[in-house]
């Protein structure tokens, strides 16, 4: 499959709040070709991004939905469990940002993540039978508890919610608020940082960037696409529509594929799923 | 004026008998979609229900991992739930069960903040300490705190989440607020706005005298069971007096008992629906659920002989007072272990089940009312989303035409819509 060019946003204003704002920005956000949508920002949460990515889910047709989700006072339980309705109800656009609160160490947003994956690997994919004629409902033998002991976390399982239609939804890092697990999706870079080798990096966008410039580096495998902050929606809609056209024959994928993932050509990987897929 | 009924819809994605979605008219598979929970959302709102209500549980069901297979039915995070069909209704209520034990108060008060804002006010919060020994595990504990405990760490989280609601400003300032209880400690700041609302309409359903002092210190509206009329006579002019005694005015605590049905165009027709779903669980499974509902694997035991009630009260994971008052008199009474479960898995809470045709469920809704048993019913769907549509199809309009349910709505939030003022 050819690479997709990313193009990702940070909407992070308190505006979010007002129903009639949060529409017209999420869905000129989607019209515009923006693929991710990152809600909140390190150290700006001025509404539960959780809340605010689930009511989008039926509200928008294709973008991604990035929760931020600080560590601070979240638990992976509940994390967990609410990316994995969202996912569900979003038809596979979950994704999520967890972000180290003040006075926490990026060791406890790592320590989220595994958590949180243990919960959704708890869950084969295959478990549910619902079969009328039989009366079974699910697979027993494919439901387990995770047992997950972190330096921080700690959590039995299972779940009480299904595996995410995507396997995990897709994880996202940013820059500068880092935090350490293998498998991350995207890191969104610091202003000015160079790419990070082996990983899916978006650079951010500065003002008027240089179209010919990122080519080159998307060319060249050094980005995956390019993140912006959403400082005046209007206008900066605007600037990312024009970008995405500009881009029309890298942005292919856009268009074909259901999930987020299968969308962006950002499979998970199996050695991501503990102990393996169930048998 | 006639007194109005308030409906509640507790939608329990898969309906509210363990067998229920084995019926021709549930569709189990949808509720994993967004188009399943926007036309039941749609039809509640349809039906001018004041809300939606989705209860919660903070562990697999599954008796302490003995069984699993057939009762660990998977179900969306109700926040999430709700805000997405906040997203796709208008006017309903939205009424999500939070545990004041296994969360943080300053992340509840700020997710239902955002959630009453971004539906223009139509956030409710069912406040629950958790039952299920088992949930404590996916926190990290050994043990869950016993009940009083819990109810303590409720009191003081209600009332530091209120004091963040309150702190929210109009004008987008936000001031500081520290709590310092016994089990609370909360520095936090909430944003702006103030909520449409104010605040989320606070929901309580415990049972226990704790539980009802509670209540009764805190609760707009109160989701309970009542068996029968004479039950729900007695258990609301218990909390009208225990509403008065804390100092608040009775009137203004709606109490809302559960009610599952099965209607039918005749009664004898609506009681062989009902035993036909009850038949499509067999008995192993009732069982399983009835096990789950007590903290008790009773997989070693026959069915065929009477409850092992001496034994379940020895090895039960619940508080014993409360399995001693649920199996005391069908233990007595020598039921067979299979029978009581059979009949116990379609109103594991003592909710009262009706079967009859939409004419007489509409007249007892209307007799329970005017005799003072509830103020309205959290209706409980055997299965989904048919007997909810039969429901909304035929018996609102018999309410309306009778002038005891809302033509319309009449205002954009929860609290105009239940007549519960800030
Ligand atoms: C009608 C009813 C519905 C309840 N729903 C839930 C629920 O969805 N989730 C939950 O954790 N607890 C639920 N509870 C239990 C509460 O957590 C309550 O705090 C618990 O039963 C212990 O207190 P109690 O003995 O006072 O009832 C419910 C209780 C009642 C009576």
Redesign the interface.
Same mark, same amino acid.
């Given at each position: 499959m050819n690479r997709h060019f990313i193009l990702s946003a940070t909407i992070a204003q308190p505006e979010l709040n007002n129903p009639a704002w949060a529409d017209s920005v999420l869905n000129g956000a989607d019209r515009a070709g923006i693929d991710l949508a990152v809600l909140g920002a390190p150290g700006s949460l001025p509404f539960d991004p959780m809340v605010i990515a689930a009511w989008a889910a039926p509200m928008t047709q294709r973008i991604g939905l990035v929760p931020c989700v600080s560590t601070a006072v979240a638990h992976p339980f509940h994390s967990a469990r609410s990316l994995s309705a969202i996912d569900f109800l979003s038809s596979g656009r979950a994704a999520w940002n967890p972000i180290a609160g003040a006075g926490h160490d990026n060791i406890v947003a790592a320590d989220m993540v595994s958590a949180a994956r243990s919960l959704w690997d708890g869950w084969a994919s295959d478990a549910l039978i619902i079969d009328k004629e039989s009366g079974r409902y699910l697979d027993g033998s494919k439901v387990r508890l995770s047992n997950y002991e972190g330096p921080h976390f700690k959590v039995r399982g299972p779940l009480n919610a299904a595996r995410p239609l995507q396997g995990h939804p897709l994880l996202v890092a940013d820059a500068s608020a880092p935090f350490d697990v293998a498998g991350t999706d995207l890191v969104i870079l610091e202003e000015g940082q160079a790419a990070l080798p082996g990983s899916n990096c978006l650079k951010r966008a500065g003002n008027s960037p240089d179209l010919a410039a990122l080519v080159a580096e998307f060319e060249a495998g050094e980005i995956a696409g390019v993140h912006w902050t959403l400082t005046n929606p209007g206008d900066d809609l605007r600037e990312i529509a024009e970008f995405s056209s500009a881009l029309s024959r890298f942005r292919q994928a856009r268009e074909t594929g259901s999930t987020l993932r299968e969308r962006l050509g950002l499979p998970l990987s199996d050695n991501l799923i503990s102990e393996g897929a169930f048998a | 004026m006639t007194k109005q009924i308030h409906l509640w819809a507790f939608l329990q994605g898969i309906g509210h008998y363990p +067998?229920g979605?084995?019926h021709?008219d =549930?569709t189990? !598979?949808a509720v994993? +979609?967004?188009d399943y929970?926007?036309s039941v959302g749609q039809l509640a709102e349809r039906g001018r229900f004041d809300s939606i209500v989705f209860g919660d549980? %903070?562990? +697999?069901?599954g008796a302490n *991992?003995h069984t699993?297979?057939?009762v /660990? &039915?998977?179900? %969306? @995070?109700p &926040? $999430?739930?709700l =805000? /997405?069909m906040? $997203?796709?209704t208008e006017h309903i209520g939205l009424v999500a069960t939070v545990s004041t034990t296994?969360?943080?108060p !300053? /992340?509840v008060a700020?997710?239902f =903040?955002?959630?009453d804002? &971004?539906? *223009?006010g139509r956030a409710g919060w069912n406040i629950v300490t958790t039952a299920h020994p =088992?949930s404590a595990?996916?926190?990290?504990q050994d043990e869950m705190p016993e009940k009083s405990s819990r109810y303590a760490r409720a009191h003081e989280f209600v009332e530091a989440a209120c004091e963040l609601w309150d702190s929210a400003e109009t004008d987008?300032n936000a001031v500081p607020v520290q709590y310092r209880g016994q089990h609370i400690t909360m520095d936090a700041t909430m944003?702006?706005?103030a909520l449409p609302q104010g605040r989320p309409i606070l929901v309580q359903a415990g049972q226990s005298p704790d539980g009802r002092a509670f209540a009764a210190a805190t609760a707009e509206a109160i989701f309970c069971p009542a068996p029968t009329k004479e039950d729900g006579i007695a258990f609301r002019n218990d909390m009208h007096e225990r509403i008065a005694a804390a100092g608040r005015d009775p009137e203004a605590v709606k109490i809302m008992p559960g009610l599952s049905f099965i209607l039918a165009d005749s009664e004898e027709e609506a009681i062989a629906k009902d035993e036909a779903i009850l038949d499509? $669980? @067999?008995e192993a499974?009732c069982i399983e659920y009835l096990g789950e509902s007590i903290g008790f694997w009773l997989g070693g035991h026959d069915p065929k002989e009477p409850i092992p009630f001496d034994d379940i009260v020895a090895g039960t994971e619940f508080p014993v007072a409360d399995i001693t008052r649920m199996l005391e008199k069908p233990a007595a009474s020598g039921i067979a272990l299979g029978e009581f479960a059979s009949r116990h898995v379609r109103t594991p809470r003592g909710h009262t089940v009706f079967r009859g045709t939409p004419q007489q469920l509409a007249d007892r809704m209307i007799d329970w009312i005017d005799s003072g048993a509830c103020d309205g019913f959290t209706l409980q769907p055997a299965y989904m989303p048919g007997e909810l549509e039969i429901f909304v199809d035929q018996v609102v309009p018999l309410l309306q035409k009778a002038g005891r349910l809302r033509l319309d709505y009449p205002g954009p939030t929860l609290r105009d819509t239940m007549g519960i003022a800030a």
């Amino acid at each position: 499959m050819n690479r997709h060019f990313i193009l990702s946003a940070t909407i992070a204003q308190p505006e979010l709040n007002n129903p009639a704002w949060a529409d017209s920005v999420l869905n000129g956000a989607d019209r515009a070709g923006i693929d991710l949508a990152v809600l909140g920002a390190p150290g700006s949460l001025p509404f539960d991004p959780m809340v605010i990515a689930a009511w989008a889910a039926p509200m928008t047709q294709r973008i991604g939905l990035v929760p931020c989700v600080s560590t601070a006072v979240a638990h992976p339980f509940h994390s967990a469990r609410s990316l994995s309705a969202i996912d569900f109800l979003s038809s596979g656009r979950a994704a999520w940002n967890p972000i180290a609160g003040a006075g926490h160490d990026n060791i406890v947003a790592a320590d989220m993540v595994s958590a949180a994956r243990s919960l959704w690997d708890g869950w084969a994919s295959d478990a549910l039978i619902i079969d009328k004629e039989s009366g079974r409902y699910l697979d027993g033998s494919k439901v387990r508890l995770s047992n997950y002991e972190g330096p921080h976390f700690k959590v039995r399982g299972p779940l009480n919610a299904a595996r995410p239609l995507q396997g995990h939804p897709l994880l996202v890092a940013d820059a500068s608020a880092p935090f350490d697990v293998a498998g991350t999706d995207l890191v969104i870079l610091e202003e000015g940082q160079a790419a990070l080798p082996g990983s899916n990096c978006l650079k951010r966008a500065g003002n008027s960037p240089d179209l010919a410039a990122l080519v080159a580096e998307f060319e060249a495998g050094e980005i995956a696409g390019v993140h912006w902050t959403l400082t005046n929606p209007g206008d900066d809609l605007r600037e990312i529509a024009e970008f995405s056209s500009a881009l029309s024959r890298f942005r292919q994928a856009r268009e074909t594929g259901s999930t987020l993932r299968e969308r962006l050509g950002l499979p998970l990987s199996d050695n991501l799923i503990s102990e393996g897929a169930f048998a | 004026m006639t007194k109005q009924i308030h409906l509640w819809a507790f939608l329990q994605g898969i309906g509210h008998y363990p +067998s229920g979605w084995r019926h021709a008219d =549930a569709t189990p !598979e949808a509720v994993f +979609s967004m188009d399943y929970y926007k036309s039941v959302g749609q039809l509640a709102e349809r039906g001018r229900f004041d809300s939606i209500v989705f209860g919660d549980q %903070l562990q +697999s069901r599954g008796a302490n *991992g003995h069984t699993p297979e057939r009762v /660990a &039915i998977p179900t %969306l @995070d109700p &926040i $999430a739930l709700l =805000a /997405a069909m906040g $997203a796709v209704t208008e006017h309903i209520g939205l009424v999500a069960t939070v545990s004041t034990t296994y969360f943080e108060p !300053e /992340a509840v008060a700020e997710r239902f =903040a955002t959630l009453d804002r &971004i539906t *223009g006010g139509r956030a409710g919060w069912n406040i629950v300490t958790t039952a299920h020994p =088992a949930s404590a595990w996916n926190f990290g504990q050994d043990e869950m705190p016993e009940k009083s405990s819990r109810y303590a760490r409720a009191h003081e989280f209600v009332e530091a989440a209120c004091e963040l609601w309150d702190s929210a400003e109009t004008d987008g300032n936000a001031v500081p607020v520290q709590y310092r209880g016994q089990h609370i400690t909360m520095d936090a700041t909430m944003p702006g706005p103030a909520l449409p609302q104010g605040r989320p309409i606070l929901v309580q359903a415990g049972q226990s005298p704790d539980g009802r002092a509670f209540a009764a210190a805190t609760a707009e509206a109160i989701f309970c069971p009542a068996p029968t009329k004479e039950d729900g006579i007695a258990f609301r002019n218990d909390m009208h007096e225990r509403i008065a005694a804390a100092g608040r005015d009775p009137e203004a605590v709606k109490i809302m008992p559960g009610l599952s049905f099965i209607l039918a165009d005749s009664e004898e027709e609506a009681i062989a629906k009902d035993e036909a779903i009850l038949d499509l $669980a @067999d008995e192993a499974l009732c069982i399983e659920y009835l096990g789950e509902s007590i903290g008790f694997w009773l997989g070693g035991h026959d069915p065929k002989e009477p409850i092992p009630f001496d034994d379940i009260v020895a090895g039960t994971e619940f508080p014993v007072a409360d399995i001693t008052r649920m199996l005391e008199k069908p233990a007595a009474s020598g039921i067979a272990l299979g029978e009581f479960a059979s009949r116990h898995v379609r109103t594991p809470r003592g909710h009262t089940v009706f079967r009859g045709t939409p004419q007489q469920l509409a007249d007892r809704m209307i007799d329970w009312i005017d005799s003072g048993a509830c103020d309205g019913f959290t209706l409980q769907p055997a299965y989904m989303p048919g007997e909810l549509e039969i429901f909304v199809d035929q018996v609102v309009p018999l309410l309306q035409k009778a002038g005891r349910l809302r033509l319309d709505y009449p205002g954009p939030t929860l609290r105009d819509t239940m007549g519960i003022a800030a």
